[in-house]
C-alpha cells in the first residue's frame, strides 16, 4: 500500500501522537549518547535511533495489560509501552528511582506495571519468554497479546527456532516482531544465512509472515494492528518483519563504519522515521510548522525534565546490595 | 514420620506431590518430553495425563531450550509451572534460560518480577547411561545465585520437598536420582511440606559426621551401619536442599564429632563437597580433630563399562575404608 493511502487512513490525532512519540525516542537516546560520552552513565548502552517507527508503530495497539519483551536494544520500546522517560533514564542512571531500581541498567530494565517485561542482554533469550507469557495468558482466558522484539541477531539462534514452533503449534496469542535492521553487530544478514527474508520464515512453521517498511510508522501501524487483532482474537501468532536501520554503531563506541559504508548510511537517513512522519503532516495539511514547533518543545522539555529527575535521584544504598536476590 | 504411611516408590511421590498440588491450584501447568499420555520416561508423571489433560500436561518436541524458555516466561507472567527436562543432563540446551532469565530475573527487576518455576531433571549414573546421561553438576546450580536447589534422596523427602518447591517464589531446580526412582519409603497420604534449609539427621552418632546427598545418603547409611558393627559411631546427615543450605545443623554436629566425611556423586574438584570442608574449616577449625575428607567421583566422564563406573562412584566399601583410615589419625594437638 502506497504511503499516500495509508495516510488518509490515519487520523490527524493519532498520526500527531505518533510524531511526539517517534520524537521522543529520538531525542532520549540522542541525550543517552550525550550522557554516556560525557561519561555520565555507567555500563554500556545500543541505541535505537532509526528504528523508533517499529516500536512506536506497533505498541501504539497495546493496551496496559499486554507485555512487550524486548532487546539489548530496548529504550525504545519500554517508552513507546509506556514507561516515562525519567524512569528509563534513572535506571540507564543506575539510581534508584530507575525501573528496576539501579539493578538492572540498559539491558536488564523491567517495568512490568507498565506490562514491560524487560529489556534482555542476552540475544533470542525474550522470544522463548514471550512465548511461555503468551501461553500463560491464552491459559488464564484473557485477552492479553504479547510481543516480542527482537533483531536480524536473533533468528539464526535456536531460541528463535524453537519459541517461534512452539507459538505456533499452540496458537499462542504472541507477535514476533523482527526488527531487521541488516547487521547483527557487524555481521550482515546476507553473510549469516541463506534465506534473508525473515518473514518468508513464517511459512516453515505454518504461521504468516510479514515484511514491512520499518521506516514508515503508518506502515508499521497497519501490518501490527492486523497481528495484534488476529493474537487477541485467538488466531496465533504472525511474525513481522520490519525492515530498518541503526544510524548508530552496534553500542555507543562502535564508530559502526567498518562494516558497513558512510554512503549507505546516508542513504537510510534519506528514510528518516521522524522526518517521514513529519512531512507527512505537514504535505496533508494535517497539521503546520508552528503546530508542530511546539510539539517538539513539549518532548523536549519532557527530555529535560527527565534528565533532571534522573540526575538528582539518589543512588542505591550501598546496603541494599543483598536484597531481591530470590 | 507418619505411623500412617503406605510405602511407595520414590517415583510415586513425585507424582503424588504434584497431584496435590495440581488439585490445589489450578494454574500450574506441566511442560516437558513424554510427561503427556506416556506418563514420563520414569514414571515420573504417570496418572498425570489423565486427570489433568493436555491443556496443564504439555508434551513438547525436542526443544529444550524453547520449552524452558516458555516454562520461564509462564512464571514471569504469573502462570505457576514446572518444566521437566527429563535427564538432567539436558537442562544443559536450556542453561542459558536457567542461569541468565529465570535465577537473576527477581534481582534484575528490583523484585517486581518473580518466577515460579520448577526445573525438574533426574540425574547421576545408573546401569551404564553413560557420559551424556549421567552427570550430577547440581553445584553448579548451587554456584548461581536465585536459584534454589533441592536433592531428594527418599520417598518421604521427595514428596514434601516438592511440594514445598511448588508453592516456592522464585525458581527451584528439584534434582532427583534416576537410581532412586523404584525405591521405597514410607509415605503419609495426608499432606505435609517439608521446608527448605532443614537438613535431615539420618543416623546419630558421636564420633564423626558423614554428609551425603541424593543417592550417596543411602550409601553413607549403610556404611555408618557396617561401621557401627566395627564399633565407630557416625551421624549421617542429608542437607536435603544445598540452596538454602542448613549451616546450623550441619556445624553443629561436625562440632560435636570433631571429624567431617563428605560423600559426593561429583567430582571433588569445585564440588558441594570442597564447599562443606571450607564450611568446616571456617565454622569450626578449632573443633576438628582431623582434616575433613571428600569422597566424590573420580574427575573423569561417566564411563560405559560397568566395571569401570564401578570404580568412579564412590561405593560402601570405600567410604568404610576411608572412615577407618581417619579414625586411625590422631587429634590435633591444640
Same mark, same amino acid.
Given at each position: 500500500?502506497?504511503?499516500? !493511502? ?43 535511533? @532509526? ?5 512506536? +508503530? !506497533?505498541?501504539?495497539? #497495546?493496551?496496559?495489560?499486554? #507485555? ?13 509501552? @509506556? ?10 542512571? +543506575? ?40 501461553? =500463560? ?5 484473557? =485477552? ?6 527482537? @533483531? ?36 550482515? #544478514? ?23 517498511? @520499518? ?18 482474537? +485467538?488466531? +496465533? ?56 514547533? =511546539? ?32 | 514420620? *507418619? ?17 496435590? /498440588? ?81 535465577? %537473576?530475573?527477581?534481582?534484575?527487576? %528490583? ?79 495426608? /499432606? ?36 557401627? /558393627? ?39 574438584? &569445585? ?12 565454622? &569450626? ?10 569422597? &566424590? *567421583?573420580?574427575?573423569?566422564? %561417566? ?6 563406573? %564401578? ?24
Amino acid at each position: 500500500m502506497s504511503e499516500r !493511502v495509508l495516510a488518509e487512513q490515519i487520523s490527524r490525532e493519532l498520526l500527531l501522537t505518533y510524531y511526539k512519540k517517534l520524537l521522543e525516542l529520538r531525542l532520549f537516546e540522542l541525550k543517552v549518547q550525550e550522557l554516556y560520552r560525557n561519561g555520565r552513565l555507567p555500563g554500556f548502552v545500543h541505541l535505537y535511533v @532509526g528504528e523508533e517507527a517499529v516500536a512506536v +508503530g !506497533v505498541c501504539s495497539h #497495546l493496551e496496559s495489560a499486554d #507485555l512487550v519483551f524486548s532487546t539489548h536494544r530496548g529504550h525504545g520500546h519500554a517508552l513507546a509501552k @509506556g514507561v516515562p522517560a525519567r524512569v528509563v533514564l534513572a535506571e540507564l542512571w +543506575g539510581k534508584v528511582t530507575g525501573s528496576s531500581g539501579g539493578r538492572g541498567g540498559s539491558m536488564h530494565m523491567y517495568a512490568p506495571e507498565y506490562g514491560f517485561m524487560g529489556t534482555n542482554g542476552i540475544v533470542g533469550a525474550p522470544i522463548p519468554l514471550a512465548t511461555g507469557a503468551a501461553l =500463560s495468558a491464552k491459559l488464564r482466558k484473557q =485477552s492479553q497479546v504479547v510481543v516480542c522484539f527482537f @533483531g536480524d541477531g536473533a533468528v539464526n539462534s535456536g531460541s528463535f527456532h524453537e519459541a517461534v514452533n512452539l507459538g505456533a503449534v499452540w496458537g499462542l496469542p504472541v507477535v514476533y516482531v523482527c526488527e531487521n535492521n541488516l547487521y547483527a553487530t557487524e555481521m550482515a #544478514l546476507s553473510r549469516a544465512t541463506k534465506n534473508t527474508s525473515v518473514a518468508s520464515r513464517g511459512a516453515a512453521y505454518g504461521m504468516s509472515g510479514v515484511e514491512v517498511d @520499518g521506516q514508515d510508522v503508518v506502515a508499521v501501524h497497519e501490518a501490527a494492528q492486523a497481528a495484534i487483532q488476529c493474537a487477541r482474537q +485467538g488466531g +496465533g501468532p504472525t511474525l513481522i518483519e520490519c525492515k530498518t536501520y541503526r544510524y548508530v554503531g552496534h553500542h555507543e563506541g562502535d564508530p559502526g563504519t567498518d562494516y558497513r559504508t558512510r554512503e549507505e548510511v546516508q542513504e537510510w537517513k534519506q528514510r528518516d522515521p521522524v522526518k517521514l512522519a513529519r512531512k507527512r503532516l505537514l504535505d496533508s495539511g494535517m497539521a503546520d510548522e508552528s503546530e508542530l514547533q =511546539s510539539a517538539d518543545q513539549e518532548v523536549e522539555r519532557l527530555i529535560d525534565t527527565a534528565v533532571e529527575f534522573a540526575d538528582q535521584s539518589p543512588e542505591p544504598s550501598a546496603e541494599s546490595v543483598n536484597e531481591h536476590v530470590f | 514420620m *507418619s505411623e500412617q504411611g503406605r510405602v511407595i516408590t520414590y517415583a510415586d511421590a513425585g507424582v503424588e506431590a504434584l497431584r496435590d /498440588e495440581m488439585r490445589r491450584n489450578d494454574s500450574i501447568v506441566y511442560i516437558g518430553q513424554g510427561i503427556g499420555p506416556r506418563g514420563g520416561n520414569f514414571r515420573q508423571t504417570r496418572g498425570l495425563w489423565k486427570e489433568f489433560g493436555d491443556d496443564r500436561l504439555r508434551d513438547t518436541g525436542i526443544c529444550e531450550l524453547g520449552a524452558t524458555g516458555a516454562a520461564i516466561g509462564a512464571a514471569m507472567a504469573g502462570t505457576r509451572t514446572v518444566v521437566d527436562e527429563v535427564f538432567l543432563d539436558f537442562a544443559l540446551e536450556a542453561i542459558t534460560q536457567i542461569v541468565q532469565q529465570a535465577a %537473576n530475573i527477581s534481582y534484575m527487576s %528490583n523484585g517486581k518480577i518473580k518466577a515460579p518455576v520448577v526445573i525438574r531433571g533426574a540425574m547421576g549414573s545408573v546401569r551404564s547411561a553413560g557420559a551424556h546421561h549421567s552427570h550430577t553438576f547440581y553445584n553448579w546450580f548451587a554456584n548461581t545465585p536465585g536459584l534454589k536447589v533441592v536433592l531428594p534422596a527418599t520417598p518421604y523427602d521427595l514428596k514434601g520437598l516438592f511440594k514445598t518447591a511448588l508453592r516456592d517464589p522464585g525458581p527451584v531446580a528439584v534434582i532427583e536420582h534416576k537410581s532412586l526412582y523404584n525405591t521405597k519409603g514410607i509415605v503419609p497420604e495426608e /499432606e505435609y511440606l517439608i521446608p527448605f534449609g532443614d537438613a535431615r539427621i539420618v543416623r546419630a552418632g558421636n564420633d564423626l559426621t558423614i554428609v551425603a546427598m541424593s543417592r550417596m545418603v543411602d550409601l553413607a547409611a549403610k556404611a555408618a551401619a557396617a561401621l557401627a /558393627e566395627q564399633g565407630v559411631s557416625a551421624e549421617v546427615l542429608d542437607p536435603r536442599t544445598i540452596v538454602p543450605l542448613d549451616r546450623h545443623k550441619i556445624t553443629t554436629s561436625i562440632k560435636k564429632t570433631g571429624r567431617l566425611v563428605v560423600i559426593d556423586e561429583s567430582p571433588s574438584y &569445585c564440588s558441594f563437597a570442597g564447599e562443606l570442608l571450607a564450611i568446616a574449616v571456617e565454622d &569450626c577449625f578449632d573443633e576438628l580433630h582431623v582434616s575433613p575428607k571428600r569422597i &566424590c *567421583s573420580l574427575p573423569v566422564p %561417566n564411563p560405559f563399562s560397568p566395571v569401570l563406573e %564401578n570404580q568412579m562412584i564412590p561405593t560402601v566399601d570405600r567410604i568404610i575404608g576411608e572412615v577407618n583410615d581417619m579414625m586411625k589419625q590422631s587429634r590435633r594437638r591444640h
